[in-house]
């Protein structure tokens, strides 16, 4: 659970005990110091099913992450940050690129959630990527409004960098959706016009269902 209104619905994943396993041994590899202080539920090698042990490593597991997210060298770790987003952006661009949009988009928006909730140490491109994920599959679905929600929220994370690879496709699929809903276009459109112009972009750019297929997540 985030920051925002209670009736807000928790971000949920799925993680085995060997993912935990290989996070911790990541992080210790890395920060050797501040990993001293903060313990890791042990394995039982017996009775491992019983529900008081579940119970009890759960409540351990909750303690682990907490204690992670209370340190900020660790909390911004790219190891911490990919455990809890990265296999479910893989799954999502696999449904995506598969033609299944409809789990997809469960997939985009759980993974959006997380990073909203937890905030985005590593920089911008792992949530343009979910918002292009998100845009591809409200646009595949028949809601122009949702995918064009999710263009200009993209846009303004981009703000007024330096061209980043994702800005002329979310331009052109604003262009085009505000065109299919009667809404004003015509900053996006020149914006997208001087790019073109300074040979910063093909004419036409790559549409973002395109760059989805060829990102390689890692």
């Not at 039982?44 to 759960?58: G, K, P, Q, W, Y």
Request: aromatic share 6%; charged share 25%.
């Amino acid at each position: 659970m985030g920051p925002g209104p209670p009736s807000r619905q928790p971000a949920q994943i799925s993680r085995r005990y060997s993912d935990f396993e290989r996070l911790h041994r990541n992080l210790q590899r890395q920060f050797r110091g501040p990993m001293a202080a903060i313990s890791f539920p042990r394995k039982r090698l017996r009775r491992n099913f019983t529900a008081e042990t579940i119970a009890r490593r759960s409540r351990a597991f909750e303690q682990f992450l907490s204690h992670l997210q209370a340190v900020p060298e660790l909390r911004q770790a790219p190891d911490l940050q990919d455990f809890f987003v990265l296999p479910e952006l893989r799954r999502a661009q696999s449904l995506t690129c598969t033609g299944l949009y409809h789990e997809a988009l469960a997939l985009w928006a759980n993974a959006w959630q997380l990073q909203t909730q937890l905030g985005t140490p590593l920089g911008p491109d792992r949530p343009l990527l979910t918002l292009a994920g998100l845009a591809v599959c409200h646009q595949e679905l028949e809601d122009p409004g949702e995918a064009r929600a999710c263009c200009e929220r993209a846009l303004q994370l981009l703000g007024d960098k330096n061209p980043h690879p994702l800005l002329a496709p979310f331009l052109e699929a604003h262009v085009r959706l505000s065109w299919r809903l009667g809404l004003d276009k015509r900053q996006s459109e020149a914006r997208l016009q001087a790019l073109q112009e300074a040979g910063l972009t093909p004419t036409p750019p790559p549409s973002l269902k395109e760059l989805l297929i060829k990102e390689v997540l890692d």
